[in-house]
């Protein structure tokens, strides 16, 4: 009975340690994936882009789908707001919910809960963590992982442990005495198998006897072995996909254990901090990613003294990037998480709005200034005296004219640059277009006594370029080189051949532009010589538009000038096939 007792005793023990162990790994698998799968989507949809709700919705289900896993976005007071998939009557009360209240009044900053729908059954687990901007919480993600695959696995090791429990104990209630040792041979066996099994080892295989007891055993044991080794390679491929879609990722990901090493790093962070990111797993990451601000962070994110997002700026990449830094939870922290997402065209983008309505503004004051004032000059009497008001009138009219050009000019530019302007693409002969270029330009030239020619190959040239496209950059050209060359100069447009390509170079004997100048005039209202440029009725977006539609072409565009000595402006066309 002593035996029997003891034997009863270490199965017991064994099930306990095994149902503890595999529930823990399960329920830290569980929470990291929800951890990680929350952070991903606040770095996806935080800041909220001017998207509607519905695209939103669409998106978040979309994500759902995929990943298995149930997402929703609250507001700050934890009113569901976006919620692809449930009425609104299903989460009136959310906001009472547990890690709800976790997220939202817990200093940890997030919140974790795990429900029950019978005494020891999870029947969800759901993790929720807030949204901070600027210091303060503006919403809260909500993910929720169906306890199924956990479950399962649990039943299944209790089923097997409590099966294997029960049959060795009948076993060795039956056997008889004079085969104690043989039996207990084969126990060993078994429990070495379990051990091993315990170990992570799910591989392991018994060889069952030809006779007795055991031969059954044995062949459940490696069953139940086979079912805890598919459900780890279910729980490892997910682990696995959740890996790829990180690896995918155009933010860049970098987990940190609680030793400050690194557990994984995507190719995305690597790029933006220039660091390899296949080379990272397994080193200290105050080695590997040697950015003064991003340690300070880190810092700061383990002594609790920091969160939310911060831009940094990284100079060896030249790459604005916005960090978040969340820890990973447990007691003590298990680490943490770092996603940077790149704004640097973002805050490019926001810097040229700026100085494009700056610019715009102020161009368009201008004659707007000088036509309210002659208008006030008119009404306050001016009307009456013949020898000023034709000249105010036209003066009216010039600067009209003015604004009217500019308004042209700007339309003009942003449908160059918008992504759903389209071209016709033809074969468009060259020398023709330029002939009658030179044509439209005659009059103003012969006013100045400038003489226009063109050098260009005996065989005619065909380029590939939309036909009002290739005009008008080459009418902006010609005109400013017409317009910048004084009386009794020259302008010339050369063709030749280059590689694929026709380059086209106008040369005026024109005022020249000043070194300084030559990497900005391409600029939108940028002039070398603001004073003459207003003068002469330039609106500052010529040379844009010439430079935007030439890469629309796939050509290139350059100038060479010395000041004073004339300008040469060159652009590549592609040449038609033959």
Not at 143 to 161: D, F, G, K, N
Request: charged share 25%; net charge negative.
């Amino acid at each position: 009975m002593l035996f029997i007792a003891l034997q009863l005793l270490f199965l017991l023990m064994v099930t306990w340690i095994v149902s503890f162990w595999h529930h823990q790994y399960l329920t830290e698998s569980s929470q990291t994936h929800l951890r990680i799968a929350a952070e991903l989507i606040r770095s996806d949809f935080f800041p909220m882009e001017e998207v509607s709700k519905a695209d939103l919705e669409e998106k978040l289900e979309t994500i759902s789908k995929e990943s298995g896993l149930e997402f929703l976005i609250l507001d700050a007071n934890g009113k569901v707001w976006l919620d692809p998939s449930a009425s609104d009557a299903q989460r009136q009360n959310f906001a009472q919910r547990t890690e709800i209240r976790q997220a939202m009044y817990n200093s940890k900053a997030f919140g974790y809960h795990t429900e029950f729908n019978e005494p020891g059954r999870a029947s969800r687990r759901s993790f929720a963590l807030p949204v901070i901007e600027n210091g303060k919480r503006v919403a809260i993600v909500w993910t929720a992982m169906p306890a199924e695959i956990v479950q399962e696995s649990e039943r299944t090791l209790y089923r097997w442990l409590w099966g294997i429990g029960l049959v060795t104990l009948l076993i060795s209630l039956l056997i008889p005495w004079r085969l104690l040792s043989r039996h207990e041979s084969l126990l060993q066996q078994l429990l070495r198998g379990m051990r091993a099994v315990t170990s992570g080892n799910y591989q392991h295989r018994l060889v069952p006897p030809n006779h007795g007891e055991m031969r059954y055993l044995y062949p459940a044991f490696n069953r139940m072995s086979q079912e805890l080794s598919d459900q780890v390679s279910r729980l490892r491929q997910t682990g696995e996909r959740l890996a790829t879609v990180l690896g995918s990722m155009v933010e860049g990901v970098i987990a940190i254990g609680p030793d400050d090493r690194i557990q994984f790093a995507n190719e995305a962070a690597g790029r933006l901090l220039d660091f390899p990111a296949q080379n990272s797993r397994g080193r200290p990451f105050w080695e590997v990613v040697r950015h003064s601000q991003v340690q300070r962070t880190v810092q700061s994110a383990q002594q609790g003294t920091w969160t939310g997002q911060q831009e940094i700026q990284v100079a060896r990449t030249k790459r604005t990037v916005a960090l978040n830094v969340t820890p990973i939870p447990g007691q003590p922290a298990q680490g943490m998480v770092l996603v940077f997402h790149d704004v640097t065209d973002l805050r490019r983008l926001e810097r040229m709005r700026s100085e494009f309505v700056a610019n715009v503004s102020h161009e368009l004051k201008t004659p707007l200034t000088t036509i309210r004032a002659y208008t006030e000059t008119l009404l306050e009497g001016a009307l009456d005296d013949e020898s000023h008001r034709v000249r105010f009138v036209e003066q009216i009219d010039q600067q009209a004219e003015r604004l009217y050009q500019l308004i042209v000019d700007v339309l003009h530019l942003a449908h160059i640059e918008s992504a759903r302007e389209t071209f016709e693409i033809i074969d468009i002969p060259l020398q023709e277009v330029i002939q009658d270029c030179l044509e439209q330009a005659s009059p103003t030239a012969e006013s100045k006594s400038i003489e226009l020619s063109m050098l260009a190959p005996a065989e005619p040239l065909l380029v590939k370029a939309d036909q009002e496209g290739l005009r008008t950059i080459l009418i902006n050209l010609i005109g400013n080189a017409v317009k910048y060359s004084p009386g009794g100069g020259f302008v010339k447009v050369k063709i030749r051949t280059e590689d694929g390509f026709a380059l086209l170079e106008i040369e005026d004997s024109g005022f020249g532009i000043a070194e300084e100048h030559l990497e900005r005039i391409f600029e939108r209202f940028y002039r070398a010589d603001k004073a003459r440029s207003r003068a002469l009725g330039g609106t500052g977006l010529g040379l844009a538009i010439v430079k935007h539609l030439v890469q629309r072409f796939g050509g290139q565009v350059s100038v060479r000038s010395e000041l004073g000595k004339g300008s040469t402006f060159s652009a590549t066309i592609p040449l038609a096939s033959d």
